[in-house]
């Protein structure tokens, strides 16, 4: 039932793949994505700034790397699936490092809070 | 580890239904920057907000919470694309109404904040 080592026979799915508008779609939702990370940069500069906390300022540079990092890969899975060939779903580095520079913006920004308090 | 196993079992699902995973743990990562973006304005602006330390919690809270929908929006993406690949139904989420609750009480606390000051 399960086809493992198959990876020589195309998945079904490839043959009925849309123009253009899920891969767009997809790259939108990760610049939305990166809109995100610019809005909680900004916030993490004004606090290391005015707190003068130099590694929150550096976590808000991290997060901007971050934003455009997440626009890049956008970009890459436009022309990954405009490629109309192999597995739609993004590699798991992709999601992994997303969720990783989520996660060190939330450990920052509690032992930032917790130091302030 | 880059070819992990699951992605070699069950059918390649409609790529569609893909992307759509994809966009959904984007939006989960969105929700958790929103969350963490919450926090820190509340501690960075909220000066004359009533005590302080209820701040504090509340947006160590937040970030904590963030931090847990960061992790959780893998997890999440991995079980529904294997329950795709499978043809399983996808398993609902606790998360979310726990997510509407935390939102209800943060809003809550800072009404009532806003009101006795």
Known sequence: ?117 | MLNRGWRHEGQEPDYRFSLANERTFLAWIRTALALLAGGVALDQFATRLGPHWVLVAIAIGLAALSAVLCGGAYLRWRSNEIAMRHARALSGTFVIPLLSIAALLAAAVIGVLLLVR
């Open chain 1, 1 to 117: 039932m399960s086809p493992v080592g198959d990876a020589a026979r195309p998945p079904q799915a490839l043959h009925v793949r849309d123009p253009g508008l899920q891969p767009e779609r997809t790259a939108l939702a990760w610049n939305r994505t990166g809109l995100s990370f610019v809005a909680n940069a900004l916030l993490a500069l004004r606090a290391g700034n005015v707190n003068e906390r130099w590694w929150v300022t550096g976590l808000g540079i991290m997060l901007l790397f971050g934003a455009a990092a997440s626009l890049g890969l956008g970009l890459m899975r436009r022309a990954q699936l405009g490629r109309g060939t192999g597995p739609a779903a993004p590699p798991t580095w992709m999601l992994g490092a997303t969720v990783l520079a989520a996660f060190v913006a939330c450990v920052t920004a509690i032992a930032a809070i917790v130091h302030d308090a």
